[in-house]
């Protein structure tokens, strides 16, 4: 009766024994699966980057700044003389040149003047001709001890009298021709005029209160005021020059610079609070497409070539006040490197130091590295790397 209960436990040992063993091998196959992955681990989680040397270049090492048009003469123009204004002879927008009639006041109180002044000086000269007669008379008749010598000395004071009269005759007639000539308000420069802010009818008077009749700015050439650092001026505009420092200029729709021209100034002491010192260029102006008050870029060129390593902005990376790239080296591994940046030039960032030409600088993938990575590197080249990178991301 109690063989049946002694075969189930054997039964039950059996098939716990071969579970046993169909589980080791389970488990046996599983370590070796994890083993051989693990050999391949190394390779699969390795992260992948474009890598690049850098870009070695002899150079003209320049800084671009913003800065403004400026006219070189630039004129309010105002009456000098009251009255009404009695005709315009420009049209708004008009090239003059230099003594171009632009308006007239009226001239009838102003030529009756010149007038009236003419008078006296007519007066004034006929006086001046009796008296000098007359002290020439007196002078001989002294001579001949036929007068007195007070009747002499009353001859000569009266001519004396008379020459002052008639000179000052003469300068109210000057006068009165200069308000008569500022009647005629003519062009003091060439160039543009903006528009007629009077036009006829309107009374116009002088002094502090006088209108604004219309304004005129040269266009050619013209300036570009822009503002340096003192880096820059210690670095390219303080130094001695044989030869006038050049300069390019771009407009506001310009992604280059089209125009050349020449630094005509620079101010002669910094500005403290912002740390810069005022500039400024001439360029030609031929064609008049430049107008005073438009926006451009200026670029300021140090004038000598240099050699220097050229790397794109993407590859940099800022820990706090520093800057670094990331170098890989020949067994793929990262290691970091501090590096002192200079300005850009062509798209591309100058290095000053902390890398050589032949160092492989990650440009692609900094931010998902970090030093003593081992990395899957794939070589492309410093001056396309800008149109890879934006093209994957």
């Known amino acids: 009766m109690n063989l049946p209960f002694k075969k189930v436990p054997l039964a039950l040992a059996f098939a716990i024994t071969a579970a046993a063993g169909t589980g080791y091998q389970l488990l046996s196959k599983d370590n070796d699966n994890l083993a051989q992955a693990g050999e391949q681990a190394p390779d699969a989680v390795r992260i992948e ?64 003047a010149v007038d009236q002044a003419l008078a006296e000086v007519a007066g004034a000269s006929a006086r001046y001709a009796y008296a000098h007669a007359d002290a020439e008379r007196a002078k001989r008749l002294l001579g001949q001890n036929a007068i007195a010598q007070r009747d002499s000395d009353a001859a000569l004071r009266l001519q004396q009298t008379t020459a002052a009269d ?67 001026y210690l670095r390219f ?49 031929p064609r008049s497409q430049l107008v005073p008050g438009m926006y451009a870029h200026v670029k300021v060129s140090a004038g000598q070539r240099r050699q220097a390593l050229l790397i794109n902005e993407d590859a940099v990376g800022t820990d706090q006040d520093r800057k670094f790239v990331m170098i890989v080296d020949p067994q793929d591994q990262v290691h970091y490197r501090e590096v002192r940046l200079g300005g850009l030039y062509d798209g591309l960032r100058i290095v000053e130091s902390g890398i050589s030409a032949q160092d492989h600088i990650i440009v692609n993938g900094l931010q998902r590295v970090q030093a003593d990575d081992t990395v899957k590197p794939r070589q492309v080249a410093m001056s396309s790397t800008a149109q890879a990178v934006s093209a994957q991301r």
């Open 237 to 285: 505009l303080a130094q001695p020059h044989d030869q006038a420092i050049k300069v390019e200029m771009g407009l506001a729709n310009e992604a280059g610079f089209s125009r050349r021209g020449v630094v005509d100034s620079v101010d002669n002491q910094l500005n403290s609070s912002s740390g810069t010192i005022r500039v400024r260029a001439r360029f030609d102006n």
């Open 166 to 232: 008639l000179e000052a005759a003469k300068a109210r007639l000057q006068t009165a021709r200069v308000n008569l000539d500022y009647c005629s308000v003519k062009a003091p420069v060439s160039g543009k005029l903006s528009r007629a802010e009077l036009t006829v009818g309107n009374v116009v008077a002088t002094g502090a209160a006088a209108p604004l009749l219309t304004r005129i700015v040269s266009i050619s050439p013209i300036y570009a005021s822009f503002e340096v650092d003192e880096q820059t």
């Open 49 to 112: 980057v474009d890598i690049a040397t850098p870009v070695a270049e002899q150079l003209n090492e320049y800084q671009t700044y913003s800065g403004k048009l400026e006219a070189v003469e630039a004129v309010d123009v105002r009456p000098l003389v009251s009255g009404a204004i009695t005709a315009v002879h420009f049209k708004d927008g008009a090239h003059v040149n230099r003594g171009d009639l632009l308006f007239t006041i009226d001239t009838r109180l102003y030529q009756a």
